[in-house]
C-alpha cells in the first residue's frame, strides 16, 4: 500500500522560511512523479512543483522562492520543498501527490497537475504578516 506522510507545516512571519518533507512507502514502481499541491481558504487547490529523478517544475509563484527536491532510497523516497521568501499568501495546507508509474516528463504541459492518485494528508503552513 502506497502511503505518503508531510511533515514541516508551520506558522512563520512573512519573509521567513519552512521547508516541508513528504516521506513515501510502499511504491513499488519504476517511475515516479511526485508533486507539492496546496489549498488555501476559499480558493481552489493548486499545483506548486513538481518533481521526479529528472527535473523539477514550477508554478509561475513558486519560481525563484521554492526548490523541489526528491531523494530515493531502497523502497522509499522523500519529497522535499524548500519555501524561502514566504508571503501571507502562502498560507494554506500543503499536500503531496505521486502519480503512478509514469515519468513528470511524460505527460503534456497542460496536464502536468493532472493524474496524481496517491495523496498525503497535508501540512498546515500559515504565514503572517
Known amino acids: 500500500q502506497v502511503r505518503l506522510l508531510e511533515s514541516g507545516g508551520a506558522s512563520v512571519q512573512a519573509g521567513g522560511a519552512l521547508k516541508l518533507s513528504c516521506r513515501v512507502s510502499g511504491y513499488t514502481y519504476r517511475r515516479l512523479c511526485m508533486a507539492w499541491f496546496r489549498q488555501s481558504p476559499g480558493k481552489e487547490r493548486e499545483g506548486v512543483a513538481t518533481?521526479?529523478?529528472?527535473?523539477?517544475?514550477?508554478a509561475d509563484f513558486a519560481k525563484g522562492r521554492f526548490s523541489i527536491s526528491l531523494d530515493s532510497a531502497k523502497n522509499s523516497y522523500t519529497m522535499s520543498l524548500q519555501m524561502n521568501s514566504l508571503k501571507e499568501e502562502d498560507t494554506g495546507m500543503y499536500y503531496c501527490a505521486a502519480r503512478e508509474n509514469r515519468y513528470c516528463s511524460a505527460v503534456h504541459e497542460g496536464s502536468k497537475w493532472d493524474d496524481f492518485i496517491y495523496w498525503g494528508q497535508g501540512t498546515q503552513v500559515n504565514v503572517a504578516s
Open positions: 518533481v521526479d529523478e529528472f527535473v523539477g517544475i514550477y
